[in-house]
């Protein structure tokens, strides 16, 4: 059997992290000296790198200050992460037993996500898994979804072919992303965007549960 790569997003898909991430944007745009968009402008944006975030939410502002805003948000991010007894976001219901059911299942497991590498493997670590994913992309090293980017450097690193990898994700950006590097696309409800939003975005299935997701992504592979 050819390998199969299981390509998850983090934030709105693995993790709920809708609170952390609006409660450090209304931070950053007190430190720059603005007031906050409202959290459903945040919440749309989600899934984008950072630097794609701030141009949305302060579209007629300069470079500068969309690059401060990047950068007082990682700093407030990290301050509220690191804290003495911080909890870490927490997962969806469900998610750890369907990533240990797709490996039992012999299926690779990767994470493609708009997250820092600082973030995503902290977030993995306090959940202990840490060894479940063969590969790990994010924003350091890639442009924003829906650039297919983080797509082609996981099937570099895996061997998988796009027809062999199934994208998990909570937005249009996620599916589009995957829509562009050939991979299957599968959308997941109890995120950020709604079902028109991955639908039109190209989703090829919808789940509404996490344990929906096996068995659909195999009918997927086997169409």
């Given at each position: 059997?050819?390998?199969r790569l299981a390509?998850?997003?983090?934030?709105?898909?693995?993790a709920?992290?809708?609170?952390?991430?609006?409660?450090?944007?209304?931070?950053?745009?007190?430190?720059?000296?603005?007031?906050?968009?409202?959290?459903?402008?945040?919440?749309?944006?989600?899934?984008?790198?950072?630097?794609?975030?701030?141009?949305?939410?302060?579209?007629?502002?300069?470079?500068?200050?969309?690059?401060?805003?990047?950068?007082?948000y990682?700093?407030?991010?990290?301050?509220?992460?690191?804290m003495?007894?911080a909890?870490?976001?927490?997962?969806?219901?469900g998610?750890?037993?369907?990533?240990?059911?797709?490996?039992?299942a012999?299926?690779?497991?990767?994470i493609?996500?708009?997250?820092?590498?600082?973030?995503?493997?902290?977030?993995?670590a306090?959940?202990g898994?840490?060894?479940?994913?063969?590969?790990?992309?994010?924003?350091?090293f890639?442009?924003?979804k829906?650039?297919?980017?983080?797509?082609?450097?996981a099937?570099?690193?895996?061997?998988?072919?796009?027809?062999?990898?199934?994208?998990?994700?909570?937005?249009?950006?996620?599916?589009?992303?995957?829509r562009?590097?050939?991979?299957?696309?599968?959308?997941v409800?109890?995120?950020?965007?709604?079902?028109?939003?991955l639908q039109?975005?190209?989703?090829?299935?919808?789940?509404?549960?996490?344990?929906?997701?096996?068995?659909?992504?195999?009918?997927?592979?086997?169409?």
């Amino acid at each position: 059997m050819r390998p199969r790569l299981a390509l998850f997003d983090c934030d709105g898909t693995l993790a709920d992290s809708q609170h952390h991430i609006v409660s450090a944007m209304d931070e950053a745009f007190a430190d720059i000296g603005l007031p906050p968009p409202p959290a459903q402008a945040v919440r749309a944006t989600i899934g984008l790198s950072l630097p794609g975030i701030a141009a949305r939410l302060l579209p007629d502002h300069d470079a500068a200050l969309q690059a401060a805003l990047v950068e007082a948000y990682r700093t407030r991010y990290f301050t509220a992460r690191s804290m003495a007894g911080a909890a870490p976001e927490p997962l969806y219901d469900g998610i750890a037993d369907v990533i240990t059911a797709l490996g039992d299942a012999g299926w690779l497991l990767g994470i493609a996500t708009g997250k820092s590498m600082r973030g995503l493997t902290r977030l993995l670590a306090a959940h202990g898994l840490s060894d479940r994913f063969v590969t790990l992309q994010t924003a350091d090293f890639h442009p924003s979804k829906p650039d297919p980017s983080m797509c082609v450097a996981a099937f570099d690193e895996t061997g998988c072919a796009p027809e062999d990898t199934v994208v998990i994700g909570d937005t249009a950006y996620d599916m589009a992303m995957a829509r562009a590097a050939g991979a299957l696309a599968v959308g997941v409800s109890w995120g950020y965007h709604g079902p028109a939003e991955l639908q039109g975005a190209g989703a090829h299935a919808l789940v509404t549960r996490p344990d929906q997701l096996p068995a659909i992504m195999k009918q997927l592979l086997e169409r």
